[in-house]
T-cell receptor, first 118, second 115 residues
Framework: EAQVTQNPRYLITVTGKKLTVTCSQN?????MSWYRQDPGLGLRQIYY???????DKGDVPEGYKVSRKEKRNFPLILESPSPNQTSLYFC?????????????????FGPGTRLTVL | AQKITQTQPGMFVQEKEAVTLDCTYD???????LFWYKQPSSGEMIFLIY??????QNATEGRYSLNFQKARKSANLVISASQLGDSAMYFC????????????FGPGTRLSVLP
């Protein structure tokens, strides 16, 4: 079954304690992305990756790190979490559109990780 | 400038009625894609419908259709015969090369279907 998995699904932690949220996809997608969702703000992109070892900042990268050592995995790292990083996080993947009609390939989302930083 | 605008934070519709959720977008790229996603209270993101900038006809998927007005840069979602299960957040998103093929999302519209 084609899917994007995220772990953990729920996490409560304290300020300053490093954490990693894992993301894995089994569809051989080149493109992977992390979003955070906050009420009234929709989904805001944190980081994205066009392929292995290629990552770039999205709209809200401060306080986050990512890596893309393998095509299927794209972990999100919070080195020193703070309460303003309390949010719902989504990982997503999609095919890279190499021709215009491939733009129709949708993003596949993971189930989400609800993070609370106390 | 906001790339995707959804001006309706919340909408109500009577069961079995049709409802239109608004979305306007901003891009200078002639090749782009527009997507709608549904997020029920359980939290998962569900892909509903896609419209390509070069598509001649409005997209339809079952009870969902997209009213695409390219000159006005709008891509409104129309849900016909609303059902109670349609109550959810709805997000409009765009993908184009100007933004590195990133998916850019609007703030969403919360739809409530009334019995």
């Amino acid at each position: 079954e084609a899917q994007v998995t995220q772990n953990p699904r729920y996490l409560i932690t304290v300020t300053g304690k490093k954490l990693t949220v894992t993301c894995s996809q089994n569809m051989n997608h080149e493109y992977m992305s992390w979003y955070r969702q906050d009420p009234g703000l929709g989904l805001r992109q944190i980081y994205y990756s066009m392929n292995v070892e290629v990552t770039d900042k999205g709209d809200v990268p401060e306080g986050y790190k990512v890596s893309r050592k393998e095509k299927r995995n794209f972990p999100l790292i919070l080195e020193s979490p703070s309460p303003n990083q309390t949010s719902l996080y989504f990982c997503a993947s999609s095919l890279e559109a190499t021709v215009p009609w491939e733009m129709s390939d949708t993003q596949y989302f993971g189930p989400g990780t609800r993070l609370t930083v106390l | 400038a906001q790339k995707i605008t959804q001006t309706q934070p919340g909408m109500f519709v009577q069961e079995k009625e049709a409802v239109t959720l608004d979305c306007t977008y901003d891009t200078s790229d002639p090749s782009y894609g527009l997507f709608w996603y549904k997020q029920p209270s359980s939290g998962e993101m569900i892909f509903l419908i896609y419209q390509g900038s070069y598509d001649q006809q409005n997209a339809t998927e079952g009870r969902y259709s997209l009213n695409f007005q390219k000159a006005r840069k709008s891509a409104n979602l129309v849900i016909s015969a609303s059902q109670l299960g349609d109550s959810a957040m709805y997000f409009c998103a765009m993908r184009d090369d100007n933004y590195g093929q990133n998916f850019v999302f609007g703030p969403g519209t919360r739809l409530s279907v009334l019995p």
